[in-house]
């Protein structure tokens, strides 16, 4: 167990700082306090920070680049500097570092060198997008990025079909078509819903609820822009369990004794959409 205390006085800190996703009025007071404070910002890239400290009137600052290719060497050099005594902060292109966004390395090196993280709320698509969606938020699956390979991509979506809770997705705008062709043509629900939010706290920020069979009628031309996708979770009640299989899948997860039993019933209830007690009573009826 590792605990640490993040607060202002701890001596070694790294402060992960979310950034406005479009609209730079988004930023908090405190992000500029602590922006304004540090001696060296770490980010993704450098041009973009530039331009977000120079409208901030942040300046003189040593700016580092951390990004996806170099994100392990430098991340090193991030952390001598915090062990030397320096303030710093890492902030990505937009919203929360680590949000499909670079960071993750760092706070890991961070975690291991004995230095606390604090992060710094802001802004975040993804949040954005399902409060807007008008979707069920009680409970929802934050998916990230689909692979932009085909068959990949198609593969994912296929083992997200039968999911039950909202999905959330990130998407590129120049991928935007054929993922969602392909998310209709996977879910085969037409009547499911799914909302688009688009240019999130921008000028042109606007959400297309609709469901999927108004996939094919979207106007891809005016589909600009960032975007997030919000999808209802499978709704019917009617999902084949192949008992075989699952059968099966608990005998095999069974000879690993290093598994325990509440932990393949956890897993597999997720899987096959089955309680866990179900699950449970499956196992030790196999076991006995
Ligand atoms: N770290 C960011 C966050 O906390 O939301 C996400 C960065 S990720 C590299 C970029 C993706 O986030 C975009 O492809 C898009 O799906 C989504 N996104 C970012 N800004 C957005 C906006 N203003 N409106 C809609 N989606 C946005």
Same mark, same amino acid.
């Given at each position: 167990?590792?605990?640490?205390?993040?607060?202002?006085?701890? $001596?070694?800190?790294?402060?992960?700082?979310?950034?406005?996703?479009?609209?730079?009025?988004?930023?908090?007071?405190?992000?500029?306090?602590?922006?304004?404070?540090?001696?060296?910002? +770490?980010?993704?890239?450098?041009?973009?920070?530039?331009?977000?400290?120079?409208?901030?009137?942040?300046?003189?600052?040593? @700016?580092?680049?951390?990004?996806?290719?170099?994100?392990?060497?430098?991340?090193?050099?991030?952390?001598?500097?915090?062990?030397?005594?320096?303030? *710093?902060?890492?902030?990505?292109?937009?919203?929360?570092?680590?949000?499909?966004?670079?960071?993750?390395?760092? +706070?890991?090196?961070?975690?291991?060198?004995?230095?606390?993280?604090? *992060?710094?709320?802001?802004?975040?698509?993804?949040? /954005?997008?399902?409060?807007?969606?008008? &979707?069920?938020?009680?409970?929802?699956?934050?998916?990230?990025?689909?692979?932009?390979?085909? *068959?990949?991509? $198609?593969?994912?979506?296929?083992? &997200? $079909?039968?999911?039950?809770?909202?999905?959330?997705?990130?998407?590129?705008?120049?991928?935007?078509?054929?993922?969602?062709?392909?998310?209709?043509? *996977?879910?085969?629900?037409?009547?499911?819903?799914?909302?688009?939010?688009?240019?999130?706290? $921008?000028?042109?920020? %606007?959400?297309?609820?609709?469901?999927?069979?108004?996939? !094919?009628? =979207?106007?891809?031309?005016? =589909?600009?822009?960032?975007?997030?996708?919000?999808?209802?979770?499978?709704?019917? /009640?009617?999902?084949?369990?192949?008992?075989?299989?699952?059968?099966?899948?608990?005998?095999?997860?069974?000879?690993? %004794?290093? @598994?325990?039993?509440?932990?393949?019933?956890?897993?597999?209830?997720?899987?096959?959409?089955?309680?866990?007690?179900?699950?449970? !009573?499956?196992? =030790?009826?196999?076991?006995?």
């Amino acid at each position: 167990m590792i605990k640490r205390n993040s607060s202002y006085n701890s $001596k070694y800190l790294l402060y992960l700082v979310a950034t406005p996703i479009g609209n730079l009025d988004d930023i908090t007071f405190r992000s500029l306090k602590i922006l304004n404070d540090a001696d060296i910002i +770490a980010c993704e890239d450098t041009r973009n920070s530039a331009k977000l400290l120079n409208y901030f009137n942040i300046k003189n600052k040593k @700016l580092v680049s951390i990004h996806e290719h170099n994100e392990s060497s430098n991340s090193l050099q991030i952390i001598e500097q915090i062990k030397l005594g320096k303030k *710093v902060c890492y902030i990505s292109d937009a919203g929360y570092p680590i949000i499909s966004d670079p960071g993750f390395i760092l +706070a890991k090196l961070c975690l291991e060198n004995d230095i606390a993280i604090s *992060v710094i709320p802001g802004a975040n698509a993804l949040l /954005n997008g399902l409060i807007g969606s008008n &979707l069920p938020s009680d409970h929802f699956y934050f998916y990230g990025f689909l692979n932009s390979n085909k *068959v990949k991509r $198609k593969k994912q979506l296929e083992s &997200l $079909k039968d999911f039950k809770e909202t999905m959330i997705f990130y998407e590129a705008p120049h991928r935007i078509k054929d993922t969602l062709q392909d998310i209709k043509t *996977v879910f085969k629900d037409d009547e499911r819903k799914i909302t688009i939010a688009r240019e999130l706290t $921008k000028i042109h920020e %606007e959400y297309i609820y609709m469901q999927l069979k108004d996939i !094919d009628n =979207l106007d891809y031309t005016t =589909l600009k822009g960032e975007m997030v996708i919000i999808i209802e979770g499978n709704k019917n /009640n009617d999902i084949k369990i192949n008992h075989d299989e699952l059968i099966n899948e608990i005998k095999s997860l069974l000879k690993d %004794e290093k @598994l325990k039993n509440n932990e393949i019933a956890k897993s597999l209830s997720i899987k096959y959409h089955i309680s866990k007690n179900e699950i449970y !009573d499956l196992i =030790l009826s196999i076991k006995s």
